[in-house]
């Protein structure tokens, strides 16, 4: 039996409006790694290295749409050595159908879940492992409760049978694996909405599967 640790973060928006700075997909992305130790300790290094040459970060953790492109750069390259397995699932708004869109943004975050636990969960973790799912939190009051709601019926009803699934919610700057899992995400986004792949060929090893179940 092992401890699996699969990290997710979400990226786009949830509404189906395409105003300006509204993105056409909405996804998650996971992170899979089996060696937390190393990991943790060479992004702990990359931090201390970045602080000593006096490069701050907006939000204090990493977070890519704020990072500067030098640190994105150096930040992908560590993410692309250090072993992760990476998913995503991405949904295009513009091909949802009727139905999905009259069912609110709710439905939307945990179909694209759905979809994505239902394919990722078997693959990364074997029958006996305890599988803990960390997801970033997301909203506030009543919403976040509703997110974190539909993502509990989607760990307990698409769980893998013989696997013991855990759902954690914890905030971004608590954790690398969030981080990880949120650069991922928007390496794709950039990638789908604007084909910007510089980004994206940095971690392409690492990304097992990109699913776009609504692609036509």
Not at 52 to 77: C, I, N, Q, W
Not at 87 to 116: C, I, P, R, S
Request: net charge neutral; proline share 3%; glycine share 8%.
């Amino acid at each position: 039996m092992a401890d699996i640790f699969m990290y997710a973060d979400e990226t786009g928006n949830l509404d189906y409006q395409q105003h300006e700075g509204a993105s056409r997909f909405f996804g998650i992305a996971t992170a899979v790694i089996r060696d937390h130790g190393t990991a943790l300790n060479e992004a702990l290094q990359l931090r201390a290295e970045l602080h000593a040459r006096g490069v701050g970060l907006k939000k204090g953790f990493f977070h890519a749409t704020d990072d500067s492109h030098p640190t994105r750069k150096e930040v992908y390259a560590l993410i692309a050595g250090q072993g992760w397995r990476l998913d995503a699932t991405m949904l295009d708004k513009q091909k949802a159908y009727d139905h999905v869109k009259e069912a609110g943004e709710v439905y939307l975050y945990k179909m694209a879940w759905f979809l994505h636990f239902k394919y990722i969960a078997p693959l990364v973790a074997a029958k006996g492992d305890r599988l803990f799912v960390v997801a970033a939190t997301l909203g506030t009051n009543a919403r976040k409760k509703a997110f974190e709601s539909a993502l509990h019926d989607v760990c307990q009803v698409q769980g893998p049978n013989g696997r013991d699934v855990h759902l954690c919610h914890w905030p971004a700057p608590t954790s690398w694996g969030l981080q990880v899992a949120d650069y991922a995400a928007w390496a794709v986004q950039r990638k789908l909405e604007k084909g910007k792949e510089e980004y994206w060929s940095m971690i392409v090893d690492s990304l097992q599967s990109c699913f776009e179940p609504w692609r036509k």
